[in-house]
């Protein structure tokens, strides 16, 4: 037997000895260190090279990486068989304590508008009001002609309308207002409905202006309905969102569609004496509303002069900027997961 197969074989056999009778891992990193570690038998045995008389450093030099080649070789399988064994352990349900809770699944929340319009949808529908849904892609005709906005009508203009291509006849729907118009076609009088959802204006936006935003309609169509119907039910909607009777107030507005219009204000909430939400006024502007013009209920085939009813366009977006007090609208859409964990 050579010196050389003497030499290398001993501290390889004895290293893989070793390594076999490591029956974890701390075991078996601690003989890897005693081995292949900065201080390790390989690195003493490369520095000692120097001081070999020159005829032995090649000798040397090629027993140290065999060593470490063999060494290598024989942890890295061994670390298999042990994370093998270890699975096949846990398979027969030995080191597995199913009385430990499991880890926390990570849970997600419901976006904030969505919880406001779920609260909503419920609460309508203990006033027996059906929800409807409506396409966010809308002709032209739902959009505006329906609703007694004509081709030239000047409120087409502040509508800020995004057209789908092609001719122009379809548009991304610039307030849920057209569910009114399909409600009115497809069902019966009496009638009360909500329509929440995403409405889509080529706005310049800023703090309280987005160009994709929510809103839910209200149409509720009878015989005798008066402001006081419409005065009435929103007094509800409030005391639902704020959880209190709010004082309210009525001022004129312009919808072509409702005859008289309305822009509907709430005692400001959150002071007794003005705050930054209602601008020091103590009057927050909430939703625009009206008694349901003829021209509409004739479109929906409806007798003006039997049938009447009212109609109200709440921004939810801006409701829920008010319930949470978040400035800036921009927040709500702009998909920031931090931000939408806090609710
Ligand atoms: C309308 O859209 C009418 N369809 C509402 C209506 C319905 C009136 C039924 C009468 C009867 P207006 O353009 O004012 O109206 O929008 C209604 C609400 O949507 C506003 O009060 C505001 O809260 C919200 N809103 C409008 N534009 C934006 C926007 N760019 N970003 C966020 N919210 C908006």
């Given at each position: 037997?050579?010196?050389?197969?003497?030499?290398?074989?001993?501290?390889?056999?004895?290293?893989?000895?070793?390594?076999?009778?490591?029956?974890?891992?701390?075991?078996?990193?601690?003989?890897?260190?005693?081995?292949?570690?900065?201080?390790?038998?390989?690195?003493?045995?490369?520095?000692?090279?120097?001081?070999?008389?020159?005829?032995?450093?090649?000798?040397?030099?090629?027993?140290?990486?065999?060593?470490?080649?063999?060494?290598?070789?024989?942890?890295?399988?061994?670390?298999?068989?042990?994370?093998?064994?270890?699975?096949?352990?846990?398979?027969?349900?030995?080191?597995?304590?199913?009385?430990?809770?499991?880890?926390?699944?990570?849970?997600?929340?419901?976006?904030?508008?969505?919880?406001?319009?779920?609260?909503?949808?419920?609460?309508?529908?203990?006033?027996?009001?059906?929800?409807?849904?409506?396409?966010?892609?809308?002709?032209?005709?739902?959009?505006?002609?329906a609703?007694n906005?004509?081709?030239?009508?000047?409120?087409?203009?502040?509508?800020?309308?995004?057209?789908?291509?092609?001719?122009?006849?379809?548009?991304?729907?610039?307030?849920?207002?057209?569910?009114q118009a399909?409600?009115l076609?497809?069902?019966?009088p009496?009638?009360?409905?909500?329509?929440?959802?995403?409405?889509?204006?080529?706005?310049?936006?800023?703090?309280?202006?987005?160009?994709?935003?929510?809103?839910?309609?209200?149409?509720?169509i009878?015989?005798?309905?008066?402001?006081?119907?419409?005065?009435?039910?929103?007094?509800?909607?409030?005391?639902?969102?704020?959880?209190?009777?709010?004082?309210?107030?009525?001022?004129?507005?312009?919808?072509?569609f409702?005859e008289?219009?309305?822009?509907?204000?709430?005692?400001?909430?959150?002071?007794?004496?003005?705050?930054?939400?209602?601008?020091?006024?103590?009057?927050?502007?909430?939703?625009?509303?009206?008694l349901v013009h003829p021209h509409v209920l004739r479109h929906g085939g409806l007798d003006p002069n039997e049938w009447g009813g009212?109609?109200?366009?709440?921004?939810?977006?801006?409701?829920?900027?008010?319930?949470?007090?978040?400035?800036?609208?921009?927040?709500?859409?702009?998909?920031?997961?931090?931000?939408?964990?806090?609710?």
């Amino acid at each position: 037997m050579s010196d050389s197969e003497s030499g290398d074989a001993q501290p390889l056999a004895q290293a893989e000895a070793r390594i076999a009778a490591c029956e974890d891992l701390d075991a078996l990193k601690a003989v890897e260190r005693e081995y292949l570690g900065k201080q390790g038998m390989v690195a003493q045995l490369l520095a000692s090279i120097p001081e070999q008389p020159p005829a032995e450093r090649p000798g040397v030099g090629k027993r140290a990486n065999e060593l470490k080649r063999g060494v290598q070789a024989a942890v890295d399988s061994h670390r298999d068989a042990l994370a093998g064994a270890r699975v096949d352990a846990e398979r027969r349900g030995e080191g597995f304590d199913a009385s430990l809770p499991p880890p926390r699944p990570q849970r997600g929340s419901l976006h904030p508008i969505t919880q406001v319009t779920r609260e909503l949808e419920d609460l309508f529908q203990s006033m027996g009001y059906q929800v409807l849904d409506g396409p966010e892609v809308e002709t032209d005709y739902y959009n505006f002609e329906a609703l007694n906005i004509h081709a030239d009508h000047p409120a087409r203009d502040s509508h800020d309308t995004f057209f789908c291509e092609g001719d122009g006849h379809l548009v991304m729907r610039t307030h849920t207002s057209p569910v009114q118009a399909r409600a009115l076609e497809k069902f019966e009088p009496p009638l009360r409905v909500v329509a929440p959802g995403k409405c889509f204006r080529q706005e310049s936006v800023d703090a309280s202006h987005d160009h994709t935003f929510h809103q839910m309609e209200g149409l509720v169509i009878d015989r005798d309905i008066s402001v006081a119907h419409l005065v009435g039910a929103m007094k509800t909607l409030l005391r639902g969102i704020f959880d209190q009777d709010l004082e309210v107030r009525l001022r004129p507005g312009y919808f072509p569609f409702v005859e008289p219009g309305f822009e509907l204000d709430a005692r400001c909430p959150f002071c007794q004496t003005g705050c930054r939400v209602c601008k020091r006024t103590r009057w927050i502007e909430l939703l625009p509303c009206g008694l349901v013009h003829p021209h509409v209920l004739r479109h929906g085939g409806l007798d003006p002069n039997e049938w009447g009813g009212f109609a109200f366009g709440l921004g939810l977006s801006r409701l829920v900027m008010l319930r949470h007090n978040i400035d800036d609208i921009r927040h709500l859409l702009g998909g920031d997961v931090r931000f939408l964990e806090q609710f």
